[in-house]
């Protein structure tokens, strides 16, 4: 499984986004996925912000280098080591976050990229590990996280990609899970019965890039700062009534 800029349309703009708004900082935040490029971000953006973040991943050592990389902000870093993608690695998640109460965010950034053979070319074993990673993950990360979701306000986060609005031929599975990821999102917001609790899908259409890249870029992109920002001004303050906000431009 890799991470491709080259599967995403060409030649379009980039779409800046508003700075954050002044809303009060959250207080406790998990990330799941935190040791992949959106979400190693967005951990260190939220400590920067004062947040507590528990970031979960499957690499110990990974999520060692991610507290490194936070510097002194790495000290509000709770490292939760564990593999979503399994009934005891969700079990694991859901007694870490009992032991920090509830909390009044959760990102789901899990799953990358992924281009392979045409469906009908693809062979069964590639099939169930996507199926894995881009929804069962997904599935027991919300069922880990959703009932310990401050019922006094706070939001779930889920990142999406190109493929979930549009059919991506070589990428079949990415597009597959990307579907049912939007509908597991809506069914558990059907599902909660707390008002206050709100479910959004971040979906990011274009390739993201580090910060200052996107000048440099030969098609349409998006900064990972605008992605970060964007997820974190949802989670603080987004309507309920955004289901799915779309960054970039098909
Ligand atoms: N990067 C982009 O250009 C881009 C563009 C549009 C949308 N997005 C969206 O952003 C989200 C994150 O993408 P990314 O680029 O940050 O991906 P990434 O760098 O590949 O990171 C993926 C994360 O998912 C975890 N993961 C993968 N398979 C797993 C499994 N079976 N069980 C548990 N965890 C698993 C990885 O953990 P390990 O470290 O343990 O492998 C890693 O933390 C995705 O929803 C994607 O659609 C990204």
Redo the contacts with the bound molecule.
Sequence with gaps: MR?S?HRFPRGRQTVAMAPLRPDPPLATAVV????????GHLVRALLADGTVVLAV???AS?LEALRESAGSDGSRLVTVVA???TDE?ARQVAQRLDEHGVVQAAFA?????WEGPHLVDLDTPTWS?LL??HLT?HFLAARATVPRLDPEGSAYV?????ATLQPEAGSGP?SVT?AGQSMLLDVLRAEDGRSDVRYHELC?????VDVGQAVHATEAV?EITDVVAAAVTLARSGDSRTHRQELGRL
Excluded at 32 to 39: E, F, K, L, Q, R
Excluded at 109 to 113: F, S
Excluded at 204 to 208: A, I, L
């Design positions: 991470r800029m799941h996925g935190a040791t992949g490029y959106v979400g991943g499957r690499s990974r593999d979503v993608s690695g950034a899990i799953g990358g990229w590990a894995t990673s993950a889920a990142f999406n990609g190109i990415v990307g990011v259409v274009n390739p993201v998006v």
